[in-house]
């Protein structure tokens, strides 16, 4: 199942599909047909039907796919079956928003541990409960957690140095929300969250439209 | 120029080069080859030829890429070469964080307005200076202004209630945060930013890999 080089966009998709099917059941709907996935998506059916081919057969012809059983399929591939446990680093703004953010824990991502560099913030509480500590108690506190995921929160001059902090915890993967790009080992994986890049693709759209 | 339908990607990707080029620019560097460029950009040398072949030809044969020239240009493809005046609606967390976010302000991304709903926070004012104002002054304030992209932090629930009245203003474009699709009419333009999104990227790959 795993020999073809999955294209990215087919994994970004796969994700936005799942958030479909989730309405879905919210609805109770029970099966739905490509085209109407595709709507929802805004995608075109065949394309659902090409991202899905490299995983093996969904659906049946004539009838759609169970909702049910498509997002709990798609949600193994994607490796959602489990819970994620995340730990942010800075909690600024942005950090308290996404530890709060309802899409996370919807989706299986719980923020276990949070860190600061902020004396001030040091020992305080999140709203979610979660105590604030120290950036030198991150190996063992991540450890102590089973932490798997770093969300970098920081401004970016302190990005670099957190990401070293995290890779040498283990954790396994670093979200990165800080304005700069992060150095990682070869093989350790950094997703990049820049928002002006949809910014700019909004842009685009509006001049060249 | 325009004939050919680009790829979201390529789109993408391109604003990805100018935050690379930005850096090179920042160390004082003039010229690059496409080599090292790819690798500072994490994709491959022909890639940004293909890229870049859609909109004409760039760069010099054994030479490289004029650093200034070339960001130039593709900040001209993308509509940077101009300011953008952006409103936030919604200044939880999420939105002081954006208005706060450094990388908007650096790509010319301007918020020149700001609502919110929640009577505590109307009539006070932003960090940056920017004053908060009600809901039903969004006409108004961004006609005035000359708002041209709303980005919606506001909660899920009010989120196509926002986008309504700012398709009315009219904006030209809507950025949105809020966890839920928006509905607007045939020709409008929409990017939704997904947080989890890239988080399902991570947990694929670091299941897959």
Redo the contacts between chains.
Sequence with gaps: M?FLK?P??T??R???Y??ALE?LIRDQVTVVSSKTLAE?CGVNPAQIRKDLAYFGQFGVRGVGYYVKELIFDIKK????NKE?SLAIVGV???G???V?????S??G?RFVAAFDADPIKIGRKLVTGLVIHAPDKMSEVCREKGV??GVICAP?QFAQDIANRLVEVPV??I?NFA?T?IQAPE?F?V?N?????????????????
């Excluded at 591939?77 to 959602?80: E, S, T, V």
């Excluded at 969250?193 to 439209?209: I, M």
């Design positions: 795993k999955i990215a966009a994994i970004t796969l994700s936005l799942t958030r309405v929802l591939i994607l490796g959602l994620w600024g703004n942005l308290c928003a996404l709060a953010h309802e899409n996370f919807k989706q991502y798997e995921i970016a396994r993967g979200l304005p790009q093989g994986k997703e969250v820049d928002f002006s890049v949809k910014l700019d693709n909004l842009a685009y759209h509006l001049t060249a439209g």
